[in-house]
């Protein structure tokens, strides 16, 4: 079946995260032929690819982000059978496949990191090796070459006997980087990339893409944090560009997740004559409620910052002819819904749950770049906020528990935090139906389901008018029906001082011009008229209440709560 190939700025993502996405044999984890039985769901939401996440083996101490083996299925999962038969099922529903691409580390498992190991000087040079700070010679560890800490908790480097060395790991212990200045480390994940597209495949993610460059001096840093002095580094464009190249796969859709990059990098990885990159992810939004920017301390959402970094990104995307990816959940985000303030009626109409879900929506599908849906953002699903921390799976949830607790939290106070933060709140089964375990496997699930299950399900929203799924299937078809979504300028507005919680923004194409005004704030609120410039020939596109907010003689508009409403003119 033919490789699907389809405008990146026209089409609408759907991540879904194998693991917790259907069941198709009991185990409890989701598998490659449960993704297969749900094709049709897909296509029914009108979604134009879907990005998995990793299936290979692994000894999954970080969710599949520990690769041992790059170019298999882990039994866990399926064949590659079930794979191939994936790939031909969604080619024939017209939908592309995009696989997960994690090469900036492999498991500790992966062959290379073993023979690595096994004194193989070939192997050791794939990795990042250094001698201890103070190390009186070979056997005497010293100190860990640099203060890093690596992103799950704990030093970034550990002491390996039989390689003699430190070696550097930003993530898990189990996930050694990579060293791409050898040369040979780059022509083998060229190979990998290759090897899935000749399976046919549509489009790549590359996992923590902005970190394969290391600087070219380690050096403390003054909090121990090394992902910005590392993201971005010195040859990543490079490295990028040859990548694509060796492996054949300009002009295919790709997205890079950027931990800790620049806009000025995001223009440079995604404008077109580069050949790197067709879009890329960053974080900086979702971290408008970390207090002092650590991610274990709660805070309120800053939605003048949020408002601020869109703008910039925005028409900074724009103006350096770069291309955004936009998203709000993923597998390692808590659910924006609850997040920014849905806490309430979950699976009820006109609660704040309803209201924001739906307001978030509008915002993805109405600013520039391409949209992605993240399983379950379509039904509205929420935060688990487990009452135990033994219910929680991820390492780095588990890690930062223990590290709250050391750190003088209470135990309530950690599972609290932990609860709001925990990428485990992404990561819940799919919630199909209101039955045993969401309808996502007749067994136990390898995570618990969320208590608002009983409401929010795939089974109790299709079809029915006003609901969550119904609202993102009608947004979807926007974005394909409407040239101005997908290829409009954008400009942000001014709201005025009556609305500091609200994002407003225009889209122009031609003669086409279209309004997106969405308020995060729980009450009532006035938007000033001069800047949206509402004439009578604009028709109310969409918004997350049945009828339109009232528009006064001067043209402002009063917002009800959490309303978004999409003009057209
Ligand atoms: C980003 C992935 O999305 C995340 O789940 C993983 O833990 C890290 N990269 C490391 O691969």
Redesign the pocket.
Known sequence: MAAIERDFKRSVIYQVYVKSFCDSDGDGVGDLPGVTSKLDYLAALGVDYVWLTPFYPSPQR??G?DVSDYRAVDPLFGTMGDFDELVAQAHRRGIGVMLDM?L??TSDRHAWFQRALAGEERFRRFYILRDGRGSSGPGDPGEPPTNWQC?FGGPAWEWEPRLGKWYLHM?DVS?PDLDWTNPEVRRACADVVRFWKERGVDGFRF??VSLISKPEVFEDTPDGSCRRLVADGPHVHEYLQELVAQAGIDGMLTVG?MAATTLGNCIRYTRPEDHELSMTFSFHHLKVDYADGDKWALKEPDIAELRRLFRDWQEGMQAGGGWNALFWD???QPRAVTRFGGREGAGERGSSWDRVGKMLAVLSFTMQGTPYIYQGDELGMANAGYASIDAYADVESVNAYRLLVEGGASADEALRIVGERS?DNGRTPMQWTGGHAAGFTDGKPWLAVPATVGKVNAEAEDGVEGSMLEFYRDLVRLRHDLPVLAEGRVRFLDAGAGAPKVIAFERTLGDARLVSVCSFDARACTVDGGDLALGDGYRRLAGNYDDEPLRADDGSLALRPQEAVVYLQ
């Open positions: 970080d969710g982000y994690v900036c580390h992103a993530h996930q996992d923590v997740e993923n597998h390692d990428r």
